[in-house]
Each structure stands twice: as structure tokens, then as C-alpha cells.
């Protein structure tokens, strides 16, 4: 089965600086990849996902990015935060055989301030 | 458009209690997954069950046990003889193809389950 780490566990940052949220998984082989916000409150809200290796699809535009530089690595991104992308950032993948079936990774808690 | 309806926000009982959360869900595809997920203190969510859309049957597993009616577009969940180790958010989720052999989960807004010891 699948493992899946995200770091750091929770980040404070000030607006307007950078941000790069790091994603891996262990345990299975070309997975569907997922970033999803949840904002305090509220429900998760789909960002990116990703089929393979440099490939990228949003769901959302604003002003994250994400990128997949290896199979099993995945990154969000960000040139300058906002107060408003404060949440908890939880990165998912999919079983190699029910790619239907998304795991989740610990999160991560960032507050911008 | 897809849809994912639970419309108890905040649900307290008594440890030993049982106790339903409810799950509504639209979608016009024939084929599609339906989840629950487990969201403790902690923040990680934890995968809990997936029933495909043709699979009607009734699952339990210990305490937990799951009603999927297609007829009502409803997939509820219910825990017997609650624990405080219940105590969490549960996401019901819908899984549709989003093409490139991807599928996009859309959540419910959770319910946030109290069990008071």
C-alpha cells in the first residue's frame, strides 16, 4: 500500500513571500497525483492534479502552481503569498489499481500572516 | 454538475449512542464512486469506504455500516455503540472520470461528529 509524506507539517509565512509545499509517495508506481486546499471552515477544494510526470492540470486558477518533477513527487508552489491562501494543503494519490480511490497524505497547516 | 449534500453540520451523542450521518448526491453519470472519509483531530483524512454506482449491497464492517439507496441518491453512514474515538469531521465524497484516466472527488461540507463520554 501506498505512503504518502508531505513537508513541512505546518508553516507560517508572511504575505507576499514565497512558498513551495513538497509532496512524495512511496509504494506504488505512475500514480494520479492531488493538491486540495482546506480552508478553515470549509470543505476541500480541489487545485491540481496530475496524470504524470510534467503534467499539470488546474482546477482553480489563482496564484499557486504545482509541478511534478518525478513520478512520485509533487509540488505546490507559490512567487507570493496571500492571506487568503492560509489552510491545510493535503496532497492525495491514487491507488495503481482503483485509480478511482484517492489516499491522503498528513497535511500541511499554513498561515500567512 | 455534480453535487455532494450533508446537511448535518454538527452532530453530538452520548458514548454507546448509534448514530446516522447522511449523504445526498447528484450527478447525470451512470458510473461513479461514492466515499467516506474519516478527518480526525489531527487534520489527515482517513479512506473509511468506496462503493461503486452498481454495487447496492449494504456493507458492514465491526461498528460501521453503510446504506447506498441509488432510488434516493443517498449513501448514508451509521456508527454503533459510538466511542470518543469517533469523534471527527466525515466527508462524503463522489468520484467521476475527469478524463486521462484521472477522477475528480467532490466533497460534501462534512459533519462533525461529537461523542460525549
Known amino acids: 500500500s501506498q505512503t504518502i509524506h508531505q513537508w513541512p507539517a505546518t508553516l507560517v509565512q508572511p504575505v507576499g513571500s514565497p512558498l513551495s509545499l513538497e509532496c512524495t509517495v512511496e509504494?506504488?508506481?505512475?500514480?494520479?497525483l492531488y493538491w486540495y486546499r482546506q480552508a478553515a471552515g470549509r470543505g476541500l477544494q480541489l487545485l491540481f492534479y496530475?496524470?504524470?510526470?510534467?503534467?499539470i492540470s488546474s482546477e482553480v486558477p489563482q496564484n499557486l502552481s504545482a509541478s511534478r518533477p518525478q513520478d512520485r513527487q509533487f509540488i505546490l508552489s507559490s512567487k507570493k503569498l496571500l492571506l487568503s491562501d492560509s489552510g491545510f494543503y493535503l496532497c492525495?494519490?491514487?491507488?495503481?489499481?482503483?485509480?478511482?480511490?484517492?489516499?491522503f497524505g498528513p497535511g500541511t497547516r499554513l498561515t500567512v500572516l | 454538475a455534480q453535487k455532494v449534500t450533508q446537511a448535518q453540520t454538527e452532530i453530538s451523542v452520548v458514548e454507546k449512542e448509534d448514530v446516522t450521518l447522511d449523504c445526498v448526491y447528484e450527478?447525470?453519470?451512470?458510473?461513479?464512486?461514492l466515499f467516506w472519509y474519516k478527518q480526525p483531530p489531527s487534520g489527515e483524512l482517513v479512506f473509511l469506504i468506496r462503493?461503486?454506482?452498481?454495487?447496492?449491497q449494504n456493507e458492514i464492517s465491526g461498528r460501521y455500516s453503510w446504506n447506498f439507496q441509488k432510488s434516493t441518491s443517498s449513501f448514508n453512514f451509521t456508527i454503533t455503540a459510538s466511542q470518543v474515538v469517533d469523534s471527527a469531521v466525515y466527508f462524503c465524497?463522489?468520484?467521476?472520470?475527469?478524463?486521462?484516466?484521472?477522477?475528480?472527488?467532490?466533497f460534501g461540507k462534512g459533519t462533525k461528529l461529537s461523542v460525549i463520554p
Open positions: 496530475s496524470v504524470g510526470i510534467g503534467q
Open positions: 465524497a463522489l468520484s467521476l472520470p475527469s478524463g486521462a484516466g484521472s477522477y475528480q472527488l467532490t
Open positions: 492525495a494519490c491514487s491507488d495503481g489499481t482503483n485509480t478511482d480511490t484517492q489516499y
Open positions: 509504494g506504488t508506481s505512475n500514480p494520479n
Open positions: 462503493r461503486n454506482s452498481f454495487d447496492e
Open positions: 450527478t447525470r453519470d451512470t458510473t461513479y464512486y
